[in-house]
């Protein structure tokens, strides 16, 4: 039931090497051949419209608000936890001192 089942050994076929092409006599038509219908520029860059340089900006502009929302709202919440203890801590300091002389007069 757990034994591995493995391939008759007269199913398998070795892989098949194919021909690298010739290399091309003009650059040009290398960078043709390399490019054919995708985007990508003579440079190795996607050529861009204003739209997009534009889309880019505010995607971010947008990326920074959300960390610095996170951050903001991350410094808030130690804040508050740190304005909790000092008030708690002030109360208790209280509370000793209540009880001290409270057995101090009895």
Request: aromatic share 4%.
């Amino acid at each position: 039931m757990f034994k591995p089942k493995y391939p008759s050994p007269d199913t398998y076929t070795p892989a098949t090497i194919r021909p690298t092409p010739a290399p091309a006599e003009h650059p040009e038509s290398a960078i043709a051949q390399v490019r054919g219908n995708s985007p990508i520029a003579l440079g190795g860059l996607v050529q861009s419209s204003p739209g997009t340089a534009l889309a880019l900006a505010a995607g971010g502009v947008a990326g920074v608000l959300a960390l610095a929302s996170v951050a903001v709202s991350l410094l808030l919440a130690v804040a508050v936890t740190a304005v909790a203890l000092s008030v708690s801590g002030v109360v208790l300091l209280f509370l000793v001192r209540a009880v001290r002389q409270d057995f101090k007069n009895h």
